[in-house]
C-alpha cells in the first residue's frame, strides 16, 4: 500500500461528518442550500464546515457578525459539485470517446482542471440563480484571489480555509 493510499483511507475516516456537525449546519443553511451542500464529497463536506466552525472562532475573537460569512464558508467550495458526473452522463462520455479515439477523455481533464481553477467564479455563478446577496456571492467568488486586499471578510473566509 502506498503512501497515497494510506493517506487516502485516513482521510476518508476522518471526515466524517458528526451529529454535531449535522446540527451545526441546519442552523444557518436552508433546505435547499443544504441540498447544494450534501452534493459536495465528504471529506469537502468536513472541510467546509471545519471553515465555518474556524470563521466562527475568528469573527467572536473580533467582533463580527458572523452569519452571513458562516454561510458563505459552509457553501465557500460548492463550484467544486459542478465536476460531477451522473451515470447517464459517464455512459455518453465512454461512448463518445471510444467513438473519437481518447479524445473526449482530454476534454474531461480539461473541465476537471478548469473546475480547479474557478470553483470560486463557478460556485457563485451557482448561487447567482438563487437571488443571493451580492456580498456572500462576492465572498466565495473571491476566495481564492489573492490580488484583493482589505476586505476583512474576505481575508478571514481565506485564512481559515487555508487552516482547514
Ligand atoms: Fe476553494
Ligand atoms: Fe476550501
Known sequence: MN??????????????????DEKFINQYLNTDELKLFYELSKSEQKHSVKVAYDVKKTCEEENINSKLLIKAALLHDIGKTFKKLNLIDKSIL????????????????IKKVNVYYN?????????????????L??????????????????????ECDDRN
Open 3 to 20: 503512501f497515497y493510499r494510506v493517506k487516502q483511507f485516513y482521510w476518508s475516516i476522518s471526515s466524517k461528518m458528526e451529529v454535531e
Open 94 to 109: 465512454v461512448m463518445a470517446d471510444n467513438m473519437t479515439k481518447g479524445s473526449v477523455r482530454k476534454l474531461s481533464q
Open 119 to 135: 470553483h470560486g467564479k463557478i460556485g457563485s455563478d451557482i448561487l447567482k440563480k438563487y437571488g443571493y446577496e451580492k456580498e
Open 137 to 158: 456571492l462576492y465572498l466565495i467568488e473571491n476566495h481564492h484571489n489573492f490580488k484583493i486586499s482589505g476586505n476583512r471578510a474576505l481575508e478571514i473566509l481565506r
